[in-house]
């Protein structure tokens, strides 16, 4: 297991980062937490330590939530997300995890723009289902290079303005089966080891301590402050990845 203790100092935040996430509760924040690992070990490594995480969080983030999850919601986003860790399949050694970075924190940054420049209007029509699609493919494509699959599918489900736990309990299972299909990918490509395993089961109380917490936030916040702080996760992983892309 990896023993250095800078990487900790990198991990504890990022796990309790990403288990906040995973709760719905400041979502896109956890888009930020490889980056992070990533100042102590290399992406891939980061992303395999941070699957058997994932698995923890989207067992605790279904049982609190999946009935309230938008059902019709999910047969659009569900198969696109699920063609997204394909295409993360194959072009896992083609795409850099830098290009990538760079590509999802710049649309992330122009949504942000889009929706402060150009707020909804009240009588403002959905967005396109072609739309959700293409945004569910990128979310499945990034969530398996860098589990940054938030802000795309994000960018398609917050204009629908739904309730904090309807919008929690949708994004918990979008996301629980979009991370279980990444196991075998994962193993086929050699980042499913012993060593990074072990340094998972280390962090592994770190999981259910963060989703605990997100929670019972989504359950006491008021709508409107909910999705402030859903943006602000939006744009500080935005930023952070555009900045890791080009530096």
């Keep these: 297991m990896i023993d250095d203790p800078w990487f900790y100092a990198a991990a ?5 980062l990403m288990g906040l996430s995973k709760s719905g509760f400041g979502a896109g924040f956890g888009s930020l937490a490889v980056p992070i690992m990533a ?9 395999a330590i941070m699957l058997p995480l994932l698995a923890v969080m989207d067992v605790l983030g ?39 970075a760079a590509i999802v924190g710049a649309l992330t940054l122009v949504f942000l723009a889009q929706r402060l420049l ?4 009240a009588d403002a029509r959905a ?16 969530s398996f290079v860098a589990h940054a699959g938030a802000p795309p599918v994000s960018a398609y489900v917050l204009p629908l303005r739904l309730p904090p736990v309807t919008f929690s309990a949708t994004m918990a299972v979008f996301f629980a089966v979009v991370n279980a299909s990444k196991w075998g990918p ?9 060593r990074n395993m072990a340094t998972a089961l280390v962090l592994m109380p770190l999981a259910p301590l963060g989703v605990w917490v997100g929670v019972r936030l989504v359950r006491h916040v008021r709508p409107d402050w909910f999705y402030r702080l859903v943006y602000l996760g939006m744009f500080l992983t935005g930023v952070k990845l555009l900045w890791d892309g080009l530096a």
Excluded: H
Excluded at 12 to 16: D, Q, S
Excluded at 66 to 83: H, N, Y
């Design 12 to 16: 504890v935040p990022a796990v309790l």
């Design 39 to 47: 100042l102590a070990i290399p992406v891939p490594q980061a992303a």
């Design 62 to 100: 279904v049982i609190a939530y999946a009935k309230a999850a938008d059902r019709s919601l999910l047969r659009l986003l569900l198969p696109a997300g699920l063609v997204g860790t394909v295409l993360g399949t194959l072009l896992f050694g083609v795409l850099s995890a830098r290009s990538v």
């Design 118 to 121: 150009f707020p909804p209007r």
């Design 127 to 142: 967005p396109r289902r072609w739309l959700g699609v293409v945004l569910g493919v990128a979310s499945g494509f990034t």
């Design 186 to 194: 994962y193993a086929w490509l050699g980042l499913i080891d012993l």
